[in-house]
């Protein structure tokens, strides 16, 4: 199985501040790499596909960078509605895995 | 707009078989769509349990494959997933999803709210 690395497991920022979260794959998946904001009792809703493919209605905020084994989900001015747990996800191969998750909460 | 919802027993017998359906509005199962789940046991990470497209090709996680069998419905344009001889460990909530694919992508684009199923005497 690939593993996913998540990092930091959590962080604390306060609004208009920007944060980065990383996501270091076992070996290399290509750009077979997605983000998910997860809020508490609801489903993961996606934001961005292949490393850094913005999904339609997700603020621009929202970016996402990276190749190979490293990928960056970074988020510009967070507003209040961002905080969440955010995952990484990978489709290269089966199985499919997720990062154990990052986390943000307020300052 | 696709809309995806879960059903099936909230609560489960240890060494029973877990039976969860998903039925699909605003999308045809006949697309070339792959259909997933995928669950979360409470406080924990994501795990995917297994995906299938509308001819019954299916992949499944090894960790659980030899518990897990998905099918597809045309007919009532759903799907399903029996999990057999559950334990506590199966507690989780179940989403399922629809996966959309690109020549350079792969990914769930539409979810399901997610169902609670407890393994519990």
């Known amino acids: 199985d690939i593993q996913l690395a998540q990092s930091p497991s959590s962080l604390s920022a306060s609004v208009g501040d920007s944060v980065s979260i990383s996501c270091r794959a076992s070996q290399g998946i290509s750009n077979y790499l997605n983000w998910f904001q997860q809020k508490p009792g609801k489903a993961p809703k996606l934001l961005i596909y292949?490393?850094?493919t913005l999904q339609s209605g997700v603020p621009s905020r929202f970016s996402g960078s990276g190749s190979g084994i490293d990928f960056t989900l970074t988020i510009s001015s967070l507003q209040p509605e961002d905080f969440a747990t955010y995952y990484c996800?990978?489709?290269?191969?089966?199985?499919?895995?997720f990062g154990g998750g990052t986390k943000v909460d307020i300052k | 707009q696709v809309q995806l919802q879960e059903s099936g027993p909230g609560l489960v017998r240890p060494s029973g078989t877990l039976s969860l359906t998903c039925a699909v509005s605003g999308a045809s199962i006949r697309s070339s769509n792959w259909w997933s789940w995928v669950r979360q046991s409470p406080g924990k990470g994501l795990e995917w349990i297994g995906e299938i497209v509308h001819s019954g090709s299916t992949n499944y996680n090894p960790s659980l494959q030899s518990r897990v069998t998905m099918s597809v419905d045309k007919s009532k344009n759903l799907f399903s997933l029996d999990l057999r001889s559950v334990t506590t460990a199966d507690t989780a909530v179940y989403y399922c999803a629809r996966y959309t694919m690109g020549s350079s992508w792969y990914f769930p684009d539409s979810w399901g709210q997610g169902t609670l199923v407890i393994v519990s005497s």
């Open positions: 996800q990978q489709t290269y191969s089966v199985p499919q895995t």
């Open positions: 292949a490393t850094s």
